[in-house]
């Protein structure tokens, strides 16, 4: 079993950033992908990022591409979302996740955080 607890969630001016952190407790997340995906309010849960069991490969969704970054420390067994140049339309609660089934990239996360919320206000 994974247990995932994201925090740095809150409200920021458009322009501004914010840092996200997924922390994995229950089992060592090293050796699976993990990443991060979005529910805007009356949408569906989309994806936003994931980064490779080894932290060498990276993918965005397009939406995001050169204004977040995700990294990941192993010996905290944690991962993390750097959000840069946000948005009005970034708002969202966000979720990270852990496909265990995998090593490069996110296919089915098997396990999911309670997510954290995140405004941007215009």
């Known amino acids: 079993q994974v247990q995932l607890v994201e925090s740095g969630g809150g409200t920021v001016q458009a322009g501004g950033s914010l840092r996200l952190s997924c922390a994995a407790s229950g089992r060592t997340i090293t050796r699976y992908p993990m990443g991060w995906f979005r529910q805007p309010p009356g949408k569906e849960r989309a994806f936003v990022v994931s980064i490779s069991w080894n932290g060498a490969n990276t993918y965005y969704a397009d939406s995001v591409k050169g204004r977040f970054t995700i990294s990941r420390d192993s010996a905290k067994n944690t991962v993390y979302l750097q959000m840069n140049s946000l948005k009005p339309e970034d708002t969202a609660v966000y979720y990270c996740?852990?496909?265990?089934?995998?090593?490069?990239?996110?296919?089915?996360?098997?396990?999911w955080g309670q997510g954290t919320q995140v405004t941007v206000s215009s």
């Open positions: 996740a852990a496909d265990t089934r995998q090593l490069e990239q996110i296919r089915a996360p098997d396990y």
